[in-house]
C-alpha cells in the first residue's frame, strides 16, 4: 500500500510541476503579449505558410478579412501576406473600412502598431457618407480617422466639386484640407486658392492664403484670410478683403458680406469705388444695405468726386456720411404735412423789387480803382477749443452743491442734452426737406420754362409734353424708372477742390441735379471770397460749379491789405459761375456794401464806399468787380480814408473773418492713400476650370475603356466579420 501511494505521490507531484510550468509559461506570455498590441485577426479560404526572406510568413488566399479589434478597422481583399500580428500586405481588389469611411485601392501596406493603411492604386477612391474621393496616393490613419492624400485628388459631394494637389481628410469631423491648386465649385460659386479648410457638414470654407471667389451674381471676391459660408451665402474676410462688381470696387480690412441680402459691415482702411457715379467712399467702418442701395460710414469719413475730363476732383470729409438711394419720382415730390415744414415753403422766396429807372450805375470809372487780392494763405490753424469762464463757473458751483442738488442739475442737463438732440435732428430734416424743395422747384422752373416756348412754337405746340420732359433731361439727367442717390454728411463737414472751398456742420448732395446743399454755419470759399450765410445751395454742370445761391443773412468778403475787408450783404445771394470762377452776383433785399478803392498802381487804398440797395448787382471779371448796379433809390456814400468819421461801421453785423477755418489743399480734408483699380486684373483673371479632377475623370474613363479599372462600390456586412 505505502509504495502505491509513494508511487502515486511521485506521479502526483510530476504533474504538479509540469502545471506549475506550463502555468508560468502561459503567463509569461500572455504578460508579454500584454506589453504589445493586439495582434490583427484574419480569415481566409486558404492559408499556407511562405518564406520571405531569411524570415517566414503566412500566405492567404479567397476572401481575405483582417479585423484590426485595436481601432475597428477591416480589410477585405483577394490575397495578402501576413508578416507578423500586425503588419499585412493586401492585394487585389482591396477595401478599407473604418466606420463610415471606404477605401478602394489595387494594394494595401497596413502596419497594425502605427495604424496606418497605405492604399495603392492608379486610381484611389475614398467614400465617406455622401463625399466621394478619387486621389493617386492615399494614407489613412484608422486610429485618428484622418487621411493623408497627394498626387492631385478630386471630391465630390452633392453639388459641391473640390479638387487640390494635396491635403488632409478628417473622416470623424468631415472636414476636407486642401493644400496646392486648391479650386472649388457649386451652382453659387467658383473658388480659387492655395490653403482651404472645407467642412462637409457645414458647407464652410475656411481659406489661410489668398483666395479668389466667382458668385453667381457676377461678383468677384477676394481675402487673404476668411471663410465663406455657401449654406447662408455669407462671408467673412479677415485680411486685405475685396469685392468687384459690374460698376463697383471695395476694399477693407475686414468684411461680413451677406450675398443674398447684400448686406455688409466693413471695418478698417475701407475703399468703394463708384465708377457709374464717378466717386469714391473712404473710412474706418462701414455698413451696407443692399436691398435699399444704402451705406453708412464712420471712423474719418471721406469722399473723392472725380472725372477723368475734368482736370478738379472734389474731396469731402466728416464725422458721418450716409448715402441713400431713391428713385426719381420720390425724389421729386415733397411730403409738406408738417406745420413748420409748410410755414418754411410758404415764407422761403424773398421777392426782388423789379429794376428802376432810379438804378444807380458804378461804371468803369469806379472799376479802375476796384480790385481784390489774393489771399496768399500759407496753411491751416487748429481751430483752438477753450474751455470758457461760465462753464468754469458752473463746474466749480457744481462741486459745492448737496448730492442731492448735483444730481438734479445731473438730471436737468440730460434733459437739456435730449432736447438739443431733438433739435438738431429737427433742423436736419428740415435742411433735408429744403434741399429737396429746391431740387423740385428748380426741375418746375425748367418745365415751365421749356412748356412757355413750346407755346410760342406751332411747330412745338405739336409735340407737346414729350418735348419738354426731353428738354429737362438733357439739364437734368432724369431717366424713367431711375434711382438717383442723396449723400448725407453730418458735423465738421470740409470741402476741398482747386476752384472752391467750404466747411459747415450738415451737407445733403442730389445726383440727380448735381447739387450740394450746405446748413449751420455753412461757409463757401471761391478764390479771394469768403460767403458765409444760414444755408448754402451750390449747383454744378459738367463736374464744375454753375451756381451758388446763399440764403439767410449772407456775406460776401475778400480781404483788402492787411488790415480792411470789402463786405457785400443782403437776404439772398446769388453767385454766377463761368470757368468755377465767379462772374455776376445777384444781391436780393436789403442790399448793404462796404467797398475800399484802390489806386490802380500801388493798390494803395483811397476811399471807402458805403451803399444801400433794396437789390444789387456786381458783375466781375479776374475776381475783381467790373461793374455795380445798384437798383431802387440806392443810398450810398464815400469817404476817403483819412475822412472816416468814428460812427461809420466798417465790419457789416454778423461778418467774421474765418481764414482759419478753410481748406487750403486736399491734405487737410483727404490723408489717405488711393488704392488703385484692380478692375482689369480681376476681369481678365481665369475662372477655375478644374483641370485636377478633368485629368482624373479622363484616365479613369480610358482605363475602364481598357478593362484595367472599375468603379467599386462594396461595402462591409456583419457576415464578413462571423468566425474572427
Known sequence: ??????????????????????????????????????????????????????????????????????????????????????????????????????????????????????????????????????????????????????????????????????????????????????????????????????????????????????????????????????????????SDSYILTEKQELWSDTLNYDSKAENAILFNNIQ????????????????????LNNALITDDPSIINFDPSQPDTLYMRSDTIFIETVSTDSLLAVDSTVVEEEEYIENRGVESNPISSDSVIVTDSLNSSIKSDSLGLSGIRETEIVESDSIKAEIGEAKELSRSEQRKLKRERKKELKREKKRLAKEEKLAELRARIALRDRAKVLKDSIEAAAKDSINLELLGDSIVMDSISEILPIEKDSVQHIIKAYNNVRIYRSDFQAVCDSMIGFSLDSTLHLYIKPILWNQANQITSEEIDIYTKNKAM?????????????????????????????????????????????????????????????????????????????????????????????????????????????????????PMSKKSVFNRSIRSSRRPEYESKSVPIFNITKSIFENKEKMIQDGIWWERNETITDSTLQGL
Open 546 to 662: 454753375d451756381k451758388a445761391v446763399f440764403r439767410g443773412e449772407p456775406i460776401m468778403a475778400s480781404k483788402v491789405g492787411d488790415d480792411y475787408f470789402n463786405q457785400i450783404k443782403g437776404k439772398v445771394m446769388e453767385a454766377i459761375m463761368i470757368n468755377n470762377e465767379i462772374k455776376r452776383i445777384e444781391v436780393i433785399g436789403n442790399g448793404q456794401t462796404y467797398y475800399y478803392m484802390q489806386d490802380d498802381k500801388d493798390q494803395s487804398i483811397k476811399g471807402f464806399l458805403v451803399v444801400e440797395s433794396a437789390d444789387i448787382t456786381f458783375a466781375m471779371d479776374s475776381n475783381a468787380i467790373e461793374k455795380i448796379n445798384y437798383k431802387v433809390n440806392p443810398v450810398y456814400k464815400l469817404y476817403p480814408m483819412d475822412k472816416i468819421p468814428l460812427t461809420q461801421e466798417i465790419i457789416l453785423p454778423g461778418f467774421e473773418w474765418e481764414e482759419a477755418r478753410r
Open 272 to 291: 468703394m469705388l463708384d465708377d457709374g457715379q464717378k466717386v469714391m467712399l473712404f473710412g474706418d467702418f462701414a455698413e451696407y444695405w443692399g436691398s
Open 1 to 238: 500500500m505505502f509504495g502505491v501511494k509513494l508511487y502515486n505521490n511521485r506521479n502526483w507531484l510530476v504533474c504538479l510541476s509540469i502545471l506549475l510550468c506550463a502555468t508560468f509559461i502561459t503567463y509569461a506570455q500572455t504578460n508579454t503579449d500584454n506589453t504589445r498590441k493586439s495582434p490583427v485577426n484574419f480569415k481566409a479560404d486558404f492559408i499556407r505558410p511562405v518564406k520571405v526572406g531569411d524570415s517566414s510568413a503566412i500566405n492567404l488566399l479567397g476572401n481575405v478579412v483582417f479585423y484590426h479589434k485595436d481601432n475597428g478597422t477591416i480589410i477585405t481583399c483577394d490575397s495578402a501576406v501576413r508578416y507578423n500580428n500586425t503588419r499585412i500586405e493586401c492585394f487585389k481588389n482591396v477595401v478599407v473600412n473604418k466606420q463610415e469611411t471606404y477605401l478602394y485601392g489595387d494594394r494595401v501596406d497596413y502596419n497594425g502598431d502605427m495604424n496606418i493603411a497605405n492604399v495603392y492604386g492608379p486610381i484611389i477612391k475614398m467614400v465617406n457618407k455622401d463625399a466621394t474621393m478619387y486621389t493617386h496616393k492615399f494614407a489613412f490613419n484608422t486610429l485618428t480617422n484622418i487621411g493623408t492624400f497627394g498626387g492631385g485628388a478630386t471630391m465630390s459631394q452633392n453639388e459641391n466639386l473640390l479638387e487640390s494637389e494635396r491635403g488632409f481628410f478628417n473622416a470623424d469631423s468631415s472636414i476636407l484640407v486642401c493644400v496646392d491648386d486648391v479650386e472649388i465649385k457649386n451652382p453659387d460659386y467658383k473658388l480659387q486658392s492655395d490653403s482651404v479648410s472645407y467642412n462637409l457638414n457645414s458647407d464652410i470654407a475656411t481659406f489661410y492664403t489668398q483666395t479668389y471667389i466667382w458668385n453667381s451674381k457676377g461678383e468677384i471676391l477676394s481675402a487673404k484670410k476668411g471663410l465663406y459660408d455657401q449654406r447662408n451665402t455669407t462671408y467673412k474676410f479677415t
